[in-house]
């Protein structure tokens, strides 16, 4: 066997096939896939593959914007379909979020339990700053002009009623690589596993379906990047950069994104990170978006990156990554979407 390349799995409570969903247990995944799930626990594209090309959407609602930002929402799923339909091999879809301080201005009722603005890290040497974001849009497709038309569609009809703090225009590259070089979503969990991870189930019954996306923008330092020694960055990352393989590195970055939950077995989240960037400004970055059940498994990821915990971190990506971004949006069903409460 490969030196160092460690058997993983090893000390999980139980297999991915094992676990059970959150949307009903095996139900729920049928539910999904069912062509007549319970509207209300269908999710958003939260599951899907990663796309070839996403569009990143950042907004603030304006003051009196909130009858329009309603409107869409409830109208998303019709502006999906006109978009994409006549190019079925388009795969468009778009997944929408809404932060804590924007959901009882839009929404009467219950709240998602767990949502909340996006808690700042200041560290020593490391800082994830909390920036502003009521609304987010990741809109994704094989194809730029799918993703570009569904942007523009959406900001012509929230034109004058949000403030865009961020848009970034993503992409995948070469084998599903980072600007880094490293293949990035191998560990991601599929299939039931995906949903167990990045779907609320029975513990928020009224948000059944939904998902909590951690956003956070970073850009890297490429040229001490590419100053390192090859052997040096796989240690940062803890995988061979050319053939992706784990390897046993105490404190790399996927060491210190291994948390175990109470029982051992370990807390997954789903990553739908995508590079971005602009060379003729000397910008690389990544674009982080994690789906996940509950946002404290993102967050304890993130005090061990940014803060360090018990014998491991901070990362030492973050010696070559700087975030510049940072919110909490809860996704709702898209049951949810179709049918909004009150405002
Ligand atoms: C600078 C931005 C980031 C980059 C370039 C990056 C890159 C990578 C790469 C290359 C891997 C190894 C392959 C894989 O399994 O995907 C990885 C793994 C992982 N990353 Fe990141 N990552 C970033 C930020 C984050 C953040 C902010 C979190 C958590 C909030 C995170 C959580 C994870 C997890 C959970 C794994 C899998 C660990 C395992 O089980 O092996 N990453 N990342």
Redesign the pocket.
């Known amino acids: 066997m490969f030196a160092g390349h460690r058997v ?1 799995g090893v000390g999980r409570a139980a297999s991915e096939g094992e676990r059970a969903g959150p949307v009903g247990r095996a139900k729920g995944w049928e539910a999904m896939t069912s062509p007549l799930p319970p509207g209300e626990t269908l999710p958003q594209p939260v599951l899907n593959p990663p796309a070839s090309v996403a569009v990143f959407l950042v907004a603030t609602i304006d003051t009196g914007g909130e009858a329009a930002v309603r409107e869409v929402l409830g109208a998303l799923a019709g502006l999906v379909r006109s978009v994409g339909f006549p190019s079925p091999d388009g795969g468009l879809g778009c997944v929408a979020g809404i932060g804590s301080r924007a959901w009882g201005r839009l929404f009467g009722g219950p709240r998602p339990a767990e949502l909340h603005p996006f808690r700042e890290l200041a560290g020593p040497r490391h800082h994830a700053p909390s920036t502003p974001g009521d609304l987010f849009f990741h809109i994704k497709a094989a194809r730029t002009d799918l993703c570009f038309a569904l942007a523009a569609e959406l900001m012509r009809r929230l034109r004058g009623t949000v403030t865009v703090r961020d848009e970034t225009q993503a992409f995948s590259y070469f084998d599903s ?4 070089g ?7 969990p599929v299939g039931p596993a995906a949903a167990d991870a990045a779907l609320v189930g029975e513990e928020d019954p009224a948000f059944r379906g939904g998902s909590y996306a ?1 956003v ?1 923008k ?1 850009l ?1 330092d490429v040229d001490a990047w590419e100053a390192l020694a090859v052997e040096a960055q796989e240690k940062v ?3 061979t950069k050319l053939t ?1 393989l ?1 390897l046993d590195a105490p404190g790399s ?3 210190v ?3 175990l939950g109470p029982d051992g077995s ?1 807390q ?2 789903l ?1 739908a ?1 995508m590079p971005f960037g602009r060379p003729g400004h000397g910008e690389f970055g ?1 674009y ?1 978006v ?1 789906y996940a059940r509950t946002p404290g498994i ?2 304890t ?2 005090r061990k ?1 940014f803060l360090g915990g018990p014998g491991s971190g901070p ?1 030492p ?2 010696d ?2 700087r ?1 510049v971004t940072g919110s909490l949006f809860f996704v709702p069903s898209a049951g949810f979407l179709e049918a909004l409460p009150e405002g």
């Open positions: 993983r690589r980072n600007v880094l490293f293949v990035d979503g191998t560990e991601n951690v956070q970073y890297h990352i803890g995988r992706n784990e970055h996927k060491d994104n291994t948390v370990e997954r989240i990553r990170a990544t982080f994690a993102p967050e990821m993130l990156m990362d990506l973050l070559y990554s975030a």
